[in-house]
């Protein structure tokens, strides 16, 4: 038995189609499959024998999500941080316009699940790290970046660090293959910068001015200039007065220059690392999916926000030194973080172009989670949420007068190391950049070899924490 009247409310109320099939139990026990809601007509009369019951043969779906990326089970990020966010974010990047981000990086490899990368360049200079034979060129794939004794990296392995920044930043979503992407509406611009040895400072002050469409000797002009700069490297040091010159170019170009804040679980409050240390760029440090700062993470007062870096899947190659195939890693690091950040500016400026970068900045820095603090200086710190950043920008209008407090490091003018002892800093400090020479000419140079080392060990750093899965 069952009230014709109480169904037929329940179908309305449940907005349920009643174009659906149904199933229609006998109380002999046979059973027939109905076009028709005999309930909602007057057949149920007609029907020749007695009903047990009636039901919507509703139609059930497998237990798969929307993607259709066969390894996004892999990222944490998709399934476990801050109420899906990163999930939910994706469903507004269809209101979005493409953003270019350069990754001024170890360069790039082709990759199955890499579509949206556009013609970039090859800023080292050096012909020894560059290993493809010359200088600065057109083609920035990555060559590897083990080790040659001659620069005392004597890994065997290469970090393929650019393809899995790459990943992050925009790989390709819903295409049946490898990751999801954080925010598909990305032109890639890769720009090598980082060999064996490092990178030099002036290659990457170079890359970063090229990138947003300035002029550089010797060079054709990007066609893709960048609205987003992502940097995932570093050394000890003061920020460069050169390195500074091309972070106020692409500033005054409206382009957000992104930083990781380094992995040596040290404070970038002290200014001993650049360039997180130079004016105006925005730093990242990390932290894991219980939104707890990354063990590895640098960290500060100074930090604009935290974002995932820990155990990030993303690009990669199978080869040890050489590339071979198409392969995919997890890495960890606050270069993850800072590609990740990237990825989601994008979005931003995406979803409304009539932002300033203040605007940006500010909504990339006030839309998140408070973290737990494992580190000091983090009272008040936030773990990027992506849905709530895609939300503000889509709510804020354009306002000119905004200045964003881009809580510069002070005084990053530190000497270089504490052995170190043919350069001094400017007396009056806070200025980036302001390392004076005072002795021999030779000291510029080894400033400049000095820095090299430290980035190299800046990435093997990265390495270190590097959890690589094969197959
Ligand atoms: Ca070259
Ligand atoms: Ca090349
Ligand atoms: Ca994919």
């Not at 925010?183 to 170079?206: E, F, M, Y």
């Not at 692409?250 to 220059?257: I, P």
Request: hydrophobic share 35%; aromatic share 10%; charged share 20%.
């Amino acid at each position: 038995m069952f009230n014709i009247r109480l169904y037929t409310l329940m179908f309305l109320i449940l907005g349920q189609s009643v174009l659906a099939d149904f199933i229609i139990r006998y109380e002999d026990g046979s059973h027939e499959i109905s076009k028709y809601d005999p309930r909602l007509s007057d057949s149920l009369s007609l029907l020749s024998k007695s009903v047990s019951y009636i039901e919507e043969d509703r139609i059930l779906y497998k237990h798969a999500l929307e993607s259709r990326d066969p390894l996004v089970f892999d990222q944490w990020i998709f399934n476990n941080y801050i109420d899906d966010s990163f999930s939910r974010s994706k469903a507004l990047e269809n209101e979005m316009n493409r953003v270019s981000v350069a990754v001024i990086d170890t360069g790039i490899l082709n990759h199955e699940d890499l579509i949206n990368v556009m013609p970039g360049a090859d800023f080292i200079s050096d012909i020894e790290n560059s290993r493809d034979g010359d200088g600065r060129d057109e083609d920035p794939e990555d060559l590897g970046d083990y080790g040659p004794s001659s620069c005392k990296n004597t890994s065997s392995n290469s970090s393929w660090h650019g393809t899995h920044i790459a990943g992050i930043v925009g790989s390709t979503s819903h295409n049946d293959i490898g990751i999801r992407g954080i925010n598909d509406q990305v032109n890639i611009v890769p720009i090598r910068v980082l060999g064996p040895c490092g990178g030099k400072t002036s290659d990457i002050a170079d890359a970063i001015r090229w990138s947003v469409g300035g002029k550089v000797d010797g060079r054709s002009q990007n066609s893709h200039p960048v609205k987003v700069v992502n940097l995932s490297l570093g050394g000890r040091g003061s920020c460069s007065n050169y390195l500074q010159e091309a972070i106020d170019f692409a500033t005054s170009k409206g382009a957000l220059v992104v930083v990781s804040a380094g992995n040596e679980a040290s404070s970038i409050d002290s200014a001993e690392f650049t360039p997180v240390n130079c004016k105006g760029v925005f730093k990242v440090g990390s932290i894991h999916s219980s939104l707890t700062q990354s063990n590895f993470s640098n960290y500060g007062k100074k930090i604009d926000i935290y974002a995932p870096g820990d155990n990030i899947y993303s690009t990669f190659n199978s080869g040890y030194s050489t590339s071979s195939y198409d392969d995919y890693a997890f890495l960890s690091g606050t270069s993850m973080s800072a590609a990740v950040v990237s990825s989601i500016a994008a979005g931003v400026m995406g979803l409304n172009s009539e932002l300033t970068l203040d605007q940006v900045k500010n909504i990339m820095a006030t839309s998140g989670e408070l973290i737990d603090c494992l580190y000091g200086d983090c009272e008040g710190k936030l773990a990027l949420d992506p849905l709530k950043a895609y939300q503000k920008a889509l709510v804020t209008l354009r306002d000119t007068s905004y200045s964003y407090d881009d809580n510069d490091v002070e005084g990053g003018v530190e000497t270089i190391s504490s052995n170190d002892t043919n350069f001094t800093t400017n007396s009056d400090g806070g200025k980036c950049g302001t390392i004076i020479r005072s002795s021999d000419r030779q000291s510029f140079y080894r400033l400049i070899s000095s820095f090299t080392v430290m980035l190299m060990a800046f990435l093997l750093f990265n390495s270190f924490f590097a959890f690589k899965m094969r197959d």
